[in-house]
């Protein structure tokens, strides 16, 4: 029977154009998807290059000027200019913080649109913590952005609800269905084949046309994150051909078949996300931002009316920056700023950890319900391939402030030994490098969802089997 | 080769089929008359398994039709009142896909043999189905039985809406099957064209046959009085 319906199977969808029209289809969008991906991934690299290559320029200026300075040339420039304080440097002279793209970046915007992956931190001030709060853009919530992801996660089902709503029913409907019921093959047998034809071709569509558009925007296809992804994918397509497959067997009439599988479109791939999101902001609600930022300034004036005495504060909490006996109370305006600094950071760093604990306490209920639908673990697990999630930038953020940390005090250490910045401290300043998260635990989310498909083409073939007992599953009800 | 024995069918209150007892046998045709509803096509749909029976069993070619449905429909061939196929294939690929689900290999040569007997004329075999006409399509389900050598053949009301002409080809085509030992039972309203074929007849009304003939043993008068007579009563 398999060899049969594979043959006329395809003369069929071939004959009624739907593979053609699918093809075509999916390549389009597929192919556009991408290049919107691509386009986002290859503007943040643009914007990363500039940057370190801005640093490098300015890091030989740096180095001209220190040489110059270290053989008792004259230069031309303000005394404010010429790095050879660690603050100059620490002011001047900040190091490029950069989140790099990974290769599979352009299958998922995902928060790169939200989030920066620049950052510059410098020795005075640390507020770019701000910059990792949430900006949320409505239309962008609405519609999010025409990637791939969105394309796999929203349309393809819709495509596949297209493609296999009414196997059955049209059988049913046009009265081909008796004659095949004459035969002595079993029915559900014959429309799992169908279907399984269906899913195959499906399938092979999207492996090309993702082919494709991964060839037309230059995205490398030899990296292992690939064949996740088409796990991933193929799964997914698996998933929505199972929920026909069991629609398909309950046996109403195409219209109703449609209408029950646009339901469960709305019900998997809008209604479960928006609650989980929805509930996840309710219980745990981001503080406003504007808060934040108005906090972080009144704060930063109410300390720097009383910097002597918080210099004397932060040099008691800090012995090991006290100044010799000698030098005793030869702090410059910088030792007083860094000092009043931190105690700003002191201050702020509660409503900054709220953020950070509301966010991750966001995730985690997410997390836990993510199950519930398999658009959001496909969703999920997509984002984390393209390395655009929001775990990545959580951990990105963590990874720069970690960083800007150990660079602050690294001069502020140089600062208060009242040490100066030479060129071979140039060699020892803090660097930062990226470290992703790693991607562990795709094929399990696959095996996963693999189950559910099974069980529910199970569910359908007990249905239909008490229906065929009940007589109502080849005549027309 | 069918067997009923107080074969009966109810949808609650309603009785459809009461306690049929029928045997066809090799080489008859048994025609069922009577208005609709009167419960020729429940006999069909419970010999086809479509629909269980509340009481009583049907045999086709001894084997019980609800405990191995798939096995019985090895001998059987049925021909649906409007016979749909697959309207974008042609003629011998819809014979060639319905026989080869059902496990026979066909090459080109068999299936023209077989569309020939059927009576298709030779310059349709290659055609689309959806320009046929419904003896077209009736002689492709024909031909489709006769590849699958069915040893029983079940019709429900192949006639109606055929011309003259075609619904006379028909009755030859199973004239022709008879001949070959073929057992048919076929619902029908037309009384002219189950006297002409069939060796047995009955009238059917509220799901019992109320009258039973051999047919060479009464004129086609006889047999329209006896069918007025039963559906007045």
């Known amino acids: 029977m398999l060899s049969y319906n594979f043959t006329y199977e395809l003369k069929l969808l071939i004959r009624n154009k739907w593979l053609p029209i699918l093809g075509l289809l999916l390549v389009i969008t597929f192919a556009f998807a991408a290049f919107n991906g ?19 320029l300015s890091d030989a200026n740096m180095l001209k000027l220190l040489d110059s300075v270290e053989k008792g040339l004259e230069v031309k420039t303000s005394f404010r200019n010429i790095p050879n304080t660690p603050m100059a440097i620490g002011y001047q002279h900040p190091r490029a913080v950069t989140m790099t793209p990974n290769g599979m970046s352009a299958i998922a915007i995902g928060q790169s649109d939200i989030f920066t992956d620049v950052i510059m931190p410098i020795t005075v001030d640390d507020d770019f913590g701000i910059d990792f709060t949430e900006m949320t853009s409505s239309i962008q919530l609405l519609f999010g952005s025409f990637d791939l992801t969105f394309v796999i996660i929203y349309l393809l089902p819709l495509l596949i609800i297209a493609f296999s709503y009414n196997i059955l029913s049209a059988e049913k409907e046009r009265g081909a269905l008796r004659l095949l019921a004459s035969q002595p093959v079993s029915i559900y047998k014959w429309i799992f084949q169908k279907m399984l034809l269906r899913f195959f071709w499906l399938s092979q569509i999207v492996i090309v046309a993702l082919v494709i558009s991964f060839l037309i925007n230059n995205i490398d296809l030899a990296q292992i994150q690939f064949i996740w992804l088409l796990g991933l994918i193929l799964v997914y397509i698996l998933f929505w051909f199972s929920l026909s497959f069991l629609i398909n067997l309950l046996g109403s009439s195409s219209a109703k078949n449609a209408v029950f599988l646009i339901g469960l479109w709305v019900f998997f791939v809008l209604l479960i996300p928006s609650s989980i999101n929805q509930i996840a902001h309710s219980i745990y ?5 504007n808060k934040m930022v108005n906090t972080m300034r009144t704060l930063k004036v109410d300390v720097s009316k009383k910097q002597d005495k918080v210099l004397d504060h932060y040099l008691r909490d800090h012995p090991e920056l006290a100044s010799k006996e000698e030098d005793k109370g030869n702090y410059t305006f910088w030792h007083k700023y860094m000092a009043s600094l931190d105690l700003v950071a002191q201050e702020i760093n509660p409503l900054f950890s709220l953020y950070d604990e509301q966010l991750e306490a966001q995730q985690s209920w997410v997390k836990k319900w993510t199950w519930l639908s398999p658009s959001l673990v496909i969703n999920k697990e997509m984002n984390r391939i393209s390395g655009n999630s929001t775990a990545d ?19 502020i250490f140089m600062l208060y030994n009242k040490q100066p910045f030479t060129t071979k401290d ?3 300043l803090p660097k930062f490098t990226y470290k992703p998260l790693k991607l562990n635990g795709i094929g399990k989310h696959i095996v996963i969802e693999l189950i559910l498909c099974v069980l529910i083409g199970l569910l359908a073939v007990f249905l239909f089997k008490k229906r065929l007992q009940k007589g109502i599953a080849i005549l027309n009800n | 080769m069918i ?16 306690n049929l007892n029928l045997n ?30 509340s009481s009583g069993t049907a045999l086709i070619n001894n084997i019980d039709v609800t405990k191995q449905p798939l096995e019985t429909k090895k001998y059987l061939a049925y021909i649906p009142e409007n016979l749909m196929l697959y309207p974008t294939l042609s003629a011998l690929e819809n014979l060639d896909y ?16 077989f569309l020939q007997e059927a009576g298709l004329q030779q310059d349709a075999f290659n055609k689309k189905i959806k320009a046929f006409s419904k003896g077209m399509r009736q002689k492709v389900g024909i031909a489709i039985a006769l590849a699958k050598d069915a040893k029983l053949l079940l019709l429900d009301e192949p006639t109606s809406g055929l011309d003259p002409k075609a619904s006379n080809e028909f009755g030859m085509l199973l004239k022709k099957l008879k001949q070959k030992g073929v057992a048919i039972l076929m ?47």
């Open chain 1, 426 to 428: 140039y060699r020892t």
């Open chain 1, 38 to 56: 691509n386009s986002r991934t290859q503007k943040r690299i643009k914007e990363i290059t500039n940057i370190e290559t801005k640093t490098e």
């Open chain 1, 393 to 411: 930038y959580q951990n990105f953020k963590n990874q720069a402030l970690a960083f800007s940390k150990h660079w602050r005090n690294h001069l």
């Open chain 2, 187 to 233: 619902a029908t309203h037309d009384i002219f064209r189950a006297k002409e074929i069939a060796t047995h007849i009955g009238i059917m009304r509220h799901g019992v046959i109320q009258h039973q003939f051999v047919a060479d043993q009464l004129s086609l008068s006889e047999l329209e009085k006896h069918y007025l007579e039963t559906m007045n009563y």
């Open chain 2, 3 to 18: 067997v009923t024995t107080d074969l009966t069918k109810k949808y609650g209150d309603f009785t459809a089929l009461n």
């Open chain 2, 98 to 113: 319905f026989s080869g689900i059902a496990g026979k290999v066909l090459t080109k040569s068999e299936m023209e043999v």
């Open chain 1, 285 to 289: 609600p981001i503080p406003s931002r």
């Open chain 2, 24 to 53: 066809i046998k090799q080489g008859e045709i048994y025609c069922l008359l009577g208005a609709n509803g009167a419960g020729k096509s429940t006999t069909i749909n419970l010999l086809l398994n479509f629909i269980q029976p």
